[in-house]
Each structure stands twice: as structure tokens, then as C-alpha cells.
């Protein structure tokens, strides 16, 4: 079994498939998993019920909870598994805070509190962009089945679809891999999956484009 020796972030808008690929090349290349806690999120699903209350303490959650995951799972490695797979890089958090806090003190004060806590965490080697159109996610989406995503519609997933997009067209941080998954079905096809391993696992260098037809 190969093994992984880099930090890769797998990220894209809800539905697009960011654990299940984090968690196939993490089985595949023996490599640490550290994965949003969605569900232990108290939050959410009042968060999707009525996103105007909820929106500050949702994702002020979900940024301490990556916050201490940064802490205690990423900085510690072991010997056995040198690399490690997440299905979020930090920087998503700021993203939804932008459109889901509409109260301007409630965004100035989660800003002050993530400015602190973004000086204190580590810069994947890669990030893997799961791109696909909204429909794709929708459906993606209803075909899971959870229940506290009962609520979510094609409005909210197309803002946040949109925010993805303009986040990435001038993101040069890292490595970036931009990848069309409209077509692909890497979780059912194993061909489709060890095609997208192999792109990821090409050296890490600039923007690179992924478009399997």
C-alpha cells in the first residue's frame, strides 16, 4: 500500500462529495482522517430551520470545533501515518460566515474571534476543489438522506455554490486542483475513483484542472 506524506484539504459546496473522496484516499493511501463534525453540531439543524437566528452560534461551532481539530489532529502525526485527508481547509468557515451573519456586529465580532485563531493553524499542501453544478448537488443532497438537511433549498445551495466559485477563481495560497465532478461517480466507479487518485497524487504545483467528460 502507498502511502501519503502530504496534508491535502478536500473542499467544494455541501453535496459535492468532499468526505466520501477524503475517505477513500485516506483508506487507500494510509493516511489520517480529520473530518468536520457536522453532526455534533447542536445548532444546524435550528440553523436550517431559521438561518437568521441561528447563523451566529452555528458557525462560531463549527470554527472553535475545527479550531481545536487543527490543534489536536493535525499537528500530531504519527510515524505510521504521515500524511493526513480533510474534507474542509479553515478558510471555508470565513466563507459562510459572509453570507449567512447578516448583522454586521455579529460578522465583526466572529471576525475578531477567527482573526485570532487563523494565526495559529497550518496551510495544507494541496487543496482538491470539487466543482459541480447546483442541480448535481441537490440531488446529491436528497439521495443522502440526512435529516437535518430536510430544510436546505436550491436558493441557499446556490449561494453557497456561488461562494465557492468566486472564492477559488483568484485563490493562490497553495496548490490548487480543480476538479468537475458533474460527471464522475468516484464513490460507485472505481475507475472514476483511481483516475481522480491519480491526478491528485501528481506533484502539487500552482492551479491545475481536472474535466473527466
Known amino acids: 500500500m502507498s ?3 502530504s496534508y491535502i484539504a478536500i473542499e ?7 468526505t466520501s473522496l477524503a475517505e477513500m484516499i485516506a483508506e487507500k493511501l494510509n493516511a489520517r482522517k480529520v473530518f468536520e463534525d457536522f ?3 447542536p445548532f444546524l439543524e435550528e440553523f436550517y430551520e431559521d438561518p437568521d437566528s441561528n447563523a451566529l452560534q452555528t458557525q462560531v461551532w463549527f470554527l472553535l470545533q475545527r479550531y481545536q481539530q487543527q490543534q489536536k489532529e493535525i499537528k500530531q502525526l504519527n510515524a505510521f501515518q ?3 485527508i480533510t474534507d474542509y481547509m479553515f478558510e471555508k468557515d470565513r466563507l459562510f460566515a459572509e453570507f449567512t451573519l447578516r448583522s454586521q456586529a455579529e460578522f465583526e465580532l466572529y471576525s475578531n474571534v477567527a482573526d ?4 495559529d493553524i497550518i496551510k495544507p499542501d494541496m487543496v482538491v476543489y470539487l466543482q459541480a453544478d447546483t442541480s448535481r448537488l441537490m440531488k446529491n443532497i436528497k439521495q443522502r438522506g440526512r435529516d437535518f438537511e430536510k430544510g436546505v433549498t436550491t436558493e441557499y445551495i446556490n449561494q453557497v455554490n456561488e461562494k465557492y466559485q468566486e472564492f477559488f477563481v483568484n485563490y493562490d495560497e497553495r496548490p490548487l486542483l480543480v476538479i468537475n465532478a458533474n460527471n464522475i461517480d468516484f464513490v ?3 475507475d472514476d475513483f483511481e483516475n481522480l487518485l491519480e491526478v491528485i497524487q501528481e506533484p ?3 492551479r491545475r484542472y481536472f474535466n473527466p467528460s
Open 3 to 5: 502511502q501519503l506524506d
Open 12 to 18: 467544494g459546496p455541501i453535496g459535492v462529495g468532499k
Open 39 to 41: 453532526k455534533g453540531n
Open 82 to 84: 504521515k500524511g493526513v
Open 116 to 119: 485570532i485563531l487563523e494565526k
Open 188 to 190: 460507485n466507479n472505481p
Open 204 to 206: 502539487a504545483k500552482g
